[in-house]
Structures are given as structure tokens and as C-alpha cells.
């Protein structure tokens, strides 16, 4: 160990390498339910090069690599399991070569959502891709994220253009460039979006950007089931060119917002509609499609917000939701599900979501982006095991009924340590590929081990015995909030 604190020292200043508790714990876990496990070691690198020699270090010690950006996300991605060295992506934030005209940005990994469109606003640009959380855009790019605006725009593998990344023997490599399209060979660039730090290290991305719409209007309304929401969510995505976003939240998702953030919107099934362009006429004529399919389902308008202020309050209330049912739950732990379907099958899933809940004796929330057929319902936990036991039954039929009716365990968290024997039984036999695709990048399983891609399937018989770092934290020992 203390060999290995010595080298890193070698490769960039000894304050940005770190062996302290307080660190190591802030880097032990995300914001899900697996349990926390320590880094042996720290380090915050400042560029690629340093990236390329930390990698080449660990690959030549075969020691565990983790990336790790916000530390937002939601499948134990950025869990250490078999110890190593944390990757901490804090310092590698610039925003380093902006073409307006070209509609292009590149940016390392670092760099916020948030961030990125603060330098583009004032440009009329912005960045579509918004997972709710500040997250970094590595992380994005790593898990594949979406959130709200997918519907129009899309997940972020169709907005990334090209990518610096470092190979596992710490080889750096460049996937893309700043052409909107290219046909040119196999697309690696699309391999490494979603692949959760498991293949390379992303250090850079070039990405899409858009122009700012002129008009944007946002309407809350209320139904009087969750099935009507999720009917009508099917036929405003069908019917209205100008969506931007169509998001759902239950009851319980509501009353868990209202108390925590002393708001007072209405208890009932709810949808949250945005209509965005440049033509006032064109979102004004689906503003008024909007509003009749919703009065002939038996649903209520409550608000139609044109102003920027008041669409950001109202949108508050989705973006604030999971921590608020988390909160309301009096839990930092949740189980939560990642499911979607069809558009045609999302009645149905969200029917069977309800009654799995019943059935389990559970008091989850859903909320979900119904405009492209993603839902998530939250399950907080106890202090009991059998509160774990009962969530992750409880998820795993709310994923076969979405794997059975044409979905997917995961629109947009990503698999994670969580749903791997998911993600197997989802692609079968092609399976053997993403297996194959892990040993040919990663011969010696060093980067994120143990996540999308199973230790026993790589055969890696020092992985199956818990790695040689590994040293999992008890919760008392943690912070509360990650």
C-alpha cells in the first residue's frame, strides 16, 4: 500500500493524493442502497496524461480503478467493491474549445451540466441533457443518463460526439470528432457511452449543443388515476411535435413533496407537461391539443406557466421529488427501479407497479419520464434486512413484468452492481459479447470491476475472492447523506 501511495506521489503533487478516511468515505459510495466500501487511495488527476500514467501503474499492479464524478449516481457505479484507487474527475472541469457556429462544445469530464450551460447561455446554446442531479459529463456519458427532456432530445449516446479516453494499459485514444455524423468504422464512441468506466476512462467529450428555444410553456395537471397519466401521456407524445417533456408523478410522490418542501399542489396522480420552439402559433395549437385530451380522460389543468421563474418552480417539484420521498420516508436509502416500456405497455406497467407495492406491503412513490415510457418507482428502506429483502422482490417484478411486455431493467441509470443478473437475462445470449468485450479492453479487469459484467463470468479467480483491497464500511461509520 504504502508502494502505491508513493508511486501515485510520483505521478502528480502529494496533495492530490489521499489516504485520509474522511476522503476515502466521501468516495465509499453513491446514492444507492449497496453497501459503502473504502478506496485505499484518493487521487484527483488535472489531465489525461496523468490519467495515462495512473492507469498504467494500476494496470501493471493489477490494482482496481474506479472513476468517479459527482458521486450522483443511482447503481453503485462509483462504489469501490474491491478496494484500489478512486478516481476523483473534481479537477479536470474546463470547458475547453466552444464552436457556436458549429454547434459543437468540448469539455473534460469534470465539468457540471450545470456549468457547461452557464457558458452556453450566453450564446443562445444550451445542453438538453438534464438527469435531474448536477451531474458531471463523464459520469453522464458513463451511465448513458437522460432524465426529462429525452423525449425530444434524446439520451446522451446521441449527443456525444467524440471522446478522449485512456485504455486500461493506459493507452490514450480518440473516438469521433466535431462532424455531426460519421459512418467511419466501428462506432466506439457509442461503445464507451454507457459502458460505466468498465472499458476506458473517459478524460474529454465533444459534444452536440442546441440552440435555445424561443417560447416554452409548462402545464400541471391532475388525474384521476395513475393509469389516465399514463394514457394520456401516450397520446400528447403521439400527437404533439412540440413535447419537450412529459413527466408523471403518483400521489405519494406529491404528498412527499408537499410536506417536505411546504408546497400545497394537489394529492392526486399528476402530470407535468413542457411544449417548446420557436413558432408561437405551433406550441399555442398544442397547447389547446394538450388540454382537451386531458378534460376528455376526466383530468384537470391546474396551471399553464409561460414565465421562466414560475416554470422553474413548477419543475421543482419533480426535480426535487426523489430526495424529498427519501426524506419523507425518514431513510437516505432507497431501492429504486429503472424500468421502461413501450408506450403501448406503459398502463399496464404502471397497473402492475401498484399491485406489486400492495402485494409487498410497501409504500413506494413513482415518478418517471411517461413521454418515453421510463418509470421509477422508489422503495425506501428500513433499518430491518428484511425492508431490502422485500424491495429488491418487489423490483425484481416490477423488471420481469417490463422484460416480459418488450422494455428494459434499465432506461437510464444503468446496470451497476445491481442488475447484472438483469441485464444477462435481457440480452441472452448476446451476453457472451459484452464478456468478450470486457476481456478484450480490460485483460486484467481493473477498471470498475465487478460492475455490468459479473466477476464469475470474466473467470477471474482473485476478483471472486473479494479483490485484495477490499474493506466495506459498517453504516454507522458514514455520513448520512452521500
Not at 400527437?239 to 417533456?245: G, K, Q, V
Not at 403518483?250 to 408537499?258: C, F, K, P, Q, T
Not at 425484481?396 to 445491481?418: F, N
Amino acid at each position: 500500500m504504502t508502494n502505491l501511495v508513493a508511486a501515485l506521489k510520483e505521478i502528480m503533487d502529494s496533495d492530490r493524493v489521499s489516504t485520509g478516511t474522511s476522503i476515502r468515505a466521501q468516495h465509499s459510495r453513491d446514492y444507492s442502497y449497496h453497501r459503502p466500501c473504502l478506496p485505499d487511495v484518493v487521487v484527483f488527476p488535472e489531465t489525461t496524461e496523468e490519467v495515462s500514467r495512473i492507469l498504467a501503474l494500476a494496470s501493471a499492479e493489477r490494482i482496481p480503478v474506479v472513476p468517479f464524478g459527482q458521486g450522483s449516481s443511482l447503481e453503485g457505479h462509483i462504489i469501490p467493491i474491491h478496494g484500489g484507487i478512486s478516481l476523483d474527475f473534481g479537477r479536470m472541469n474546463r470547458l475547453i474549445d466552444l464552436q457556436p457556429h458549429d454547434l459543437t462544445v468540448r469539455a473534460q469530464v469534470g465539468m457540471t451540466r450545470g456549468e457547461l450551460n452557464r457558458n452556453l447561455g450566453p450564446h443562445g446554446l444550451f445542453f438538453p441533457v438534464d438527469p435531474g442531479a448536477d451531474a458531471s459529463l463523464g459520469g453522464m456519458a458513463a451511465t448513458n443518463a437522460a432524465g426529462s427532456e429525452a423525449l425530444r432530445y434524446g439520451a446522451m449516446r446521441r449527443h456525444v460526439l467524440g471522446l478522449e479516453a485512456v485504455v486500461a494499459n493506459g493507452t490514450i485514444i480518440h473516438t469521433g470528432g466535431r462532424a455531426l455524423k460519421s459512418s467511419a468504422g466501428y462506432d466506439l464512441t457509442g461503445l464507451l457511452v454507457g459502458s460505466e468506466g468498465t472499458l476506458a476512462v473517459i478524460t474529454e467529450l465533444t459534444l452536440r449543443i442546441y440552440g435555445l428555444p424561443d417560447q416554452v410553456v409548462a402545464v400541471h395537471a391532475t388525474l384521476p388515476n395513475l393509469a389516465a397519466v399514463g394514457e394520456v401521456a401516450g397520446e400528447l407524445t403521439a400527437l404533439l411535435p412540440t413535447a419537450t417533456r412529459i413527466e408523471l408523478m403518483d400521489s405519494h410522490a406529491i404528498e412527499a413533496v408537499n410536506r417536505i418542501e411546504h408546497t400545497q399542489y394537489p394529492s392526486s396522480p399528476t402530470l407535468l407537461l413542457e411544449l417548446s420552439g420557436q413558432q408561437q402559433a405551433a406550441i399555442q395549437g398544442d397547447l389547446d391539443t394538450a388540454q382537451e385530451i386531458i378534460a376528455a380522460i376526466g383530468g384537470t389543468v391546474r396551471a399553464v406557466v409561460w414565465d421562466a421563474s414560475g416554470r422553474d418552480r413548477l419543475w421543482s417539484i419533480r426535480h426535487r421529488a426523489a430526495l424529498a420521498i427519501m426524506a419523507d420516508a425518514r431513510t437516505s436509502r432507497h431501492v429504486s427501479t429503472d424500468v421502461a416500456v413501450p408506450l403501448t405497455e406503459l398502463v399496464g406497467a404502471l397497473d402492475h407497479a401498484q399491485t406489486t407495492l400492495n402485494q409487498w406491503g410497501i409504500r413506494g412513490a413513482m415518478v418517471g419520464h411517461a413521454g418515453d415510457g421510463n418509470f421509477h418507482v422508489m422503495l425506501p428502506l428500513g433499518d430491518f434486512p428484511s425492508d431490502l429483502e422485500r424491495a429488491r422482490r418487489c423490483q425484481d417484478a416490477i423488471v420481469q413484468y417490463a422484460l416480459a411486455h418488450g422494455g428494459t431493467c434499465s432506461g437510464e441509470h444503468g446496470i451497476g452492481m445491481g442488475k447484472i443478473s438483469a441485464l444477462r437475462q435481457e440480452r441472452g445470449a448476446a451476453y457472451s459479447l459484452l464478456i468478450g468485450i470486457k476481456r478484450l479492453w480490460d485483460t486484467n479487469n481493473i477498471l470498475n470491476p465487478g460492475k455490468v459484467v459479473a466477476a464469475d463470468a470474466l473467470n477471474d479467480p482473485l476478483l471472486e475472492g473479494g479483490g485484495f483491497f477490499k474493506e466495506a464500511l459498517r453504516e454507522k461509520d458514514l455520513p448520512k447523506n452521500p
